[in-house]
């Protein structure tokens, strides 16, 4: 059970004098449920960004299973400008960088903190969109419907996806015209059908109330069984983070400050400063 | 509130057979005078760039504008390759065209081929670079890509002839070229836009960062879309130099492209029925308002705004006012069904019954 699906390797993010991200290395082995929190500004959405290739880092590799998804170091005119941790600087000698497709097509999965779906499309298409990528059809072969068999499976399997999740009976409602729970369950459910082994998810809980928080603690449980993954995610509503994650990584200003099981988080005074602040004078 | 199936096919063929009818009604003269025909084919070649562009602005959501430039390379193609050799030595009068182009002589089917493969490879050269842009930026680009072409043929003497352009081209005799090749391409281009990758290009129009997320090659499907669209257009443009018998480089100025930016936003961004219709009205409403150009006069006395030049100037208040009230135009992102029709008469007759009961 203790292979790694997805190694962050002393990644730093710099936008020009700001450090996002400073030398931070997680490791996420397969089948865990693993939690990315941390106070506001901490970094999280930033170190999700570079392992879903939005940004390339600017320091530090990211590996999926076996692929480098992006690797690089600190070169040319970036090198003096470098603030993050120095010793790692001359680590990884590659430059690579992989576009977001190439990885979600390796089998990495996301969802945004504010929901980003296809508004104007009905909840089918949305769901739909996602086996596009891995259908082989040719555009000239799509146009002329050669695809068929291909294209009526793929419907079959969106339908299928859409009934084990509870979307069925909205399926032909505009993505925007879905309540706001809904909404978050669309997103899972679109990237699902990208068949992902690694899922991340973008705060999935956010401006849920406690009973839907409740409902989407099982729904996390279920697709994880039901669709074998490993799930990686940011979440504030420490409820959920607690019951779920095997284990957790805090983040504050950047740095990773803590690791562990639950019960090691919620005792570790470093955690407890970062988010309640530290007394001053004692 | 829905029709059934059989009512609506019945629905559809009608309109097919009303088409058809009427147009070999205009095409053996029984109706209508050369003019009309001439409008009407003008409207359908229209149709064609229209939708082609609404493929690229509307589908896949950038903003391009460089479509007077890919409809010159269309019908600077057809133009050079379909001139009657015999009259080659009295067009190119300044300057013999380039002998190796003179001894190719193509149908003109394949003339209009071989524009759209030209216009094609040209999208796909530019477009690497310039689609990384977005919004206003690309409009730019693009729109600076269709100059470019426009001078560059300008100066082409011995394969364009420059400025003085490419008379004696083959034209249209009948009705059915520009109106067959308007089903076929609008054909096909519906046949995209619902299949696979219409739904990727539209999922990039939604959310571009979304739709990388979800494996959406982001540059290959908008280079496709952007070559696709070319290609239309320089059919269609092969078309209109046929129809017109005559091109020079002046007629593709980057103002010929905003005529189709307000077919395909009176239209509908994003609707290839109301792309259509709009083509018909803004072609021929152009037309209809020319008695603004004429001068009038009222009891022996010359008003003096009605003069040349006054047709524009009503065409855009309408088009202002359009734009204000209507911002999304005829159908929206809609598309023509028989469903929509049924629902909008019932809709109007109980508003029309209960006024009626009101009172």
Known sequence: MDRQVLGVNDVTMQFGGVVAVNNLSLHVNEGEIVALIGPNGAGKTTAFNVITGVYAPSNGQVVFKDNVISSNYPHGKFRKKYLGEQETMDKYSVVKSMTPDKITKLGVARTFQNIRLFKNLTVFENVLIAKHMRSKANFLSATFRLNYKEEKQNRDETMELLKILGLDDVKDEVAHSLPYGKQRHLEIARALATKPELLLLDEPAAGMNPQETVELTQFIKKIKDDFNLTVFMIEHHMDLVMEISDRIYVLDFGKLIAEGTPEEIQNNQRVIDAYLGVQQDE | ?359
């Open chain 2, 1 to 359: 509130m829905n029709m059934s199936k059989k009512t609506k096919n019945i629905c559809t063929a009608i309109l097919i057979l009303v088409a058809v009818i009427l147009i070999t009604l205009f095409d053996n003269d029984v109706i209508g005078n050369a003019y009309i025909k001439r409008v009407l084919n003008l409207a359908a070649i229209y149709a064609i760039i229209s939708v082609s562009m609404n493929l690229v602005n509307g589908f896949t959501g950038m903003f391009s504008l460089g479509q007077a430039g890919f409809m010159a390379i269309g019908a600077f193609t057809v133009a050079v390759f379909t001139v009657p050799a015999e009259s080659i030595p009295s067009i190119f009068y300044i300057e013999p065209m380039a002998p190796w182009l003179a001894a190719i002589r193509l149908p003109f089917v394949v003339a209009l081929l071989v524009g759209g493969l030209i216009a094609a490879v040209l999208a796909l050269i530019i477009g690497y670079p310039v689609l990384r842009l977005k919004s206003d930026y690309l409009a730019i680009a693009t729109l600076g890509f269709s100059e470019i072409i426009r001078i560059v043929f300008t100066q082409m003497q011995t394969i364009t002839n420059g400025a003085l352009g490419i008379k004696c081209i083959p034209g249209i005799t009948t009705m059915w070229v520009p109106f067959g090749a308007a089903a076929i391409c609008i054909g096909i281009m519906v046949l995209l836009i619902n299949s696979s990758y219409g739904r990727a290009f539209k999922a990039i129009r939604e959310d571009d960062i979304a739709a990388e997320a979800m494996g959406i090659n982001l540059s290959f499907h908008k280079n496709l879309s952007f070559a696709i669209s070319s290609f239309f257009t320089a059919i269609a443009g092969g078309l209109f130099a046929s129809l017109l018998t005559a091109v020079d480089p002046k007629q593709f100025y980057f103002t010929l492209t905003y005529n189709f930016l307000l077919i395909i936003v009176l239209g509908g961004m994003g609707s290839v029925t109301g792309t259509i219709i709009a083509s018909f009205i803004i072609t021929g409403g152009l037309e209809w308002l020319r008695f603004f150009d004429e001068p009038l006069s009222v009891m022996g006395y010359n008003i003096p705004i009605f003069r040349a030049g006054l047709r524009m100037v009503v065409f855009s208040l309408l088009l202002m006012i359009l734009v204000l009230f209507y911002r999304k135009g005829i159908m929206g992102q809609k598309e023509f069904s028989w469903d929509g029709i049924y629902n909008w008469i019932m809709k109007v007759k109980t508003r029309l019954s209960r006024k009626k009961g009101g009172a």
